[in-house]
């Protein structure tokens, strides 16, 4: 099955971290990313933009409407996503659990719909 | 088994229908518990497994009773399921799809070796730690031993449309998510399975709270909790803590007729007579309790059915062995941080130290809110008031009263009611 794990943070403590910090959360996704590639689980993933860079779109009346921001303001917000294929939960939950977002964060593990 | 089933049994052949429900009563949570397993769908499964029991019904007075009714059952439910799989899906990956779960299903009922026992992986599914925790254990009720959703929503206290929207939605979680149906591997099987332990033992309290098996639902619910821990037992038997379960719930279980007088009234364990203890129970429970001890792991249930141990001993001794009941607490509390095991405690104490002491020990957790409501804590407290002196004789009044007015059981409140009286004597 294939499950999107979406991580999510608060930004303004990712703005506050020191050089080192970052490096060394750098280094950790490195690192994880060459794990799942190594257990051939991964599809996909990628570290987003934050979320000042968001746009949304919403069409009214058959106008779009375009607003600055993301589509919700949270406390955290989504930074990045895996996209991984495994047997089940159990080992989704398990590769969620050793993604460096999970310790600074939270990772939401979602299957994707079977058409 | 399934409402549905029981309410076409009447209309059709009498020995037909009465193989049906024999092989009902004792396969239907492994029937089940087989096809979730392979279609990874509990609710598929089971609505195939309806529909074969169905088609039974209708074959069995024309054909006869097949030889090996479960593998007749098996083989109309897989054809069942991958009919209704083909109309839910289209495509080449639900096509795919299909083979996938016919050949399963196919390797696994066409011999002739006995079905296997897929129950506690499906146990280990309904109790995931992504299902909700609050509806694993009715979920377990359901799956394995075929409760209908008005029968578990009366039991727990719950209006039955709500209960069966709960059910779905936990069921659609299940295949929706991927949960597996298997039994965690050891790294992780400690921390799972306390997750089916707790459901277990959720169905027995909810079953336990009505002594007087008065009705007649909630009283089974106790015996199917302790038919599930015995399957636990068999099938994981060097888990200690499944042993403490069982051994607990037997323990309780033995005392259940003592628990009420002639009169249908509430008599407190200390108060019991021996005599109406079911010994053999209380013997089993000594035995599981003395094998989980052997394994070296000890934990919550282990320490409470300790603690069930010690009150029978006055079986043989004559007495209550109070300084071990509240050593017992002590490492109970220091384990769950429970308010209603600190409350147990501040009984104890109260009975190795005093009234005042036990009081103590309940003005320290007396800061808890969840205790505002909690039946137990009050009637402990009024207890232990009423034994302090006649200082205290009016907050002891209206302990009792808050006590009685939360109390549910009939008989306890009138038990309650006598000694709120005795005080003004």
Not at chain 1, 18 to 28: L, N, P, V
Not at chain 2, 49 to 65: E, K, N, Q, R
Not at chain 2, 229 to 246: C, H, I
Not at chain 2, 410 to 420: D, M, N
Request: glycine share 6%.
């Amino acid at each position: 099955m294939k499950y999107m794990l979406l991580i999510y943070r608060d930004e303004a403590d990712m703005q506050a971290a020191s050089k080192a910090q970052i490096e060394q959360t750098m280094g950790a996704y490195l690192a994880y990313t060459e794990a799942l590639r190594k257990a051939g689980v991964i599809v996909g993933g990628d570290r987003l933009q934050p979320s000042t860079a968001a746009t949304t779109v919403r069409l009214l009346d058959g106008k779009s409407k375009v607003l600055d921001g993301p589509y919700a303001e949270t406390k955290e917000q989504l930074g990045g996503y895996y996209m991984i294929d495994v047997p089940d939960l159990d080992a989704a939950l398990s590769w969620a659990a050793r993604c460096p977002g999970a310790g600074h964060g939270t990772i939401e593990v979602r299957p994707l719909w079977v058409m | 088994m399934p409402r549905e089933d029981d309410e076409l049994m009447p209309q059709v052949d009498a020995a037909a229908g009465a193989t049906a429900d024999a092989v009902a009563r004792r396969s239907y949570g492994k029937l089940v518990a087989f096809l979730a397993a392979r279609l990874r769908d509990v609710a598929a499964a089971e609505d195939a497994l309806a529909d074969a029991f169905a088609s039974a019904l209708a074959a069995w007075p024309a054909s006869g009773v097949p030889a090996n009714p479960e593998a007749w059952l098996l083989s109309v439910a897989r054809r069942k399921a991958v009919d209704a799989a083909r109309r839910r899906r289209s495509g080449d990956e639900a096509a795919a799809h299909l083979l996938l779960i016919a050949d399963k299903l196919a390797a696994a009922t066409t011999g002739t070796a006995e079905i296997p026992d897929d129950r506690l992986a499906l146990m280990f599914a309904c109790a995931h730690p992504a299902i909700e925790s609050g509806i694993r254990a009715p979920l377990i009720l359901q799956t394995i031993l075929g409760f209908d959703a008005a029968a578990i929503a009366s039991s727990f206290l719950v209006a039955p449309r709500t209960m069966g929207q709960r059910l779905v939605r936990a069921k659609s979680k299940i295949r929706e998510a991927g949960i597996p149906f298997r039994v965690p591997g050891r790294d992780e099987l400690a921390d799972r399975l306390d997750a089916v332990l707790e459901a277990i033992y959720a169905a027995f309290a909810e079953g336990w709270s009505d002594p007087a098996g008065t009705e007649i639902r909630r009283r089974n619910l106790a015996e199917e909790a302790i038919f599930l821990g015995r399957l636990v037992v068999a099938l994981l038997p060097d888990e200690a803590e499944a042993l403490g379960l069982l051994g607990l719930m037997l323990h309780a279980e033995a005392r259940r007729a003592a628990r009420r007088d002639a009169q249908g009234d509430y008599v407190p364990l200390a108060a019991q007579d021996m005599a109406a203890w079911n010994a053999a129970l209380i013997d089993e429970a000594e035995a599981l309790l003395r094998r989980a001890g052997a394994l070296g792991a000890p934990g919550r249930y282990q320490l409470e059915a300790a603690v069930q141990s010690a009150h029978v001993a006055r079986r043989r001794t004559g007495w209550t062995d109070w300084p071990a009941i509240e050593l017992l607490y002590d490492a109970l509390v220091a384990l769950t941080a429970s308010p209603v095991v600190a409350i147990n405690r501040a009984i104890a104490v109260a009975e190795t130290r005093g009234a005042a002491a036990g009081l103590a020990a309940l003005d320290a957790i007396a800061d808890d809110a969840r205790l505002a409501e909690y039946e137990p804590y009050w009637a402990a407290r009024a207890d232990l008031l009423s034994r302090n002196g006649a200082a205290d004789a009016a907050d002891a009044d209206m302990a009792y009263e808050r006590a009685i007015g939360l109390e549910p059981d009939e008989a306890v409140r009138r038990f309650l009611q006598r000694r709120r009286a005795k005080l003004s004597e």
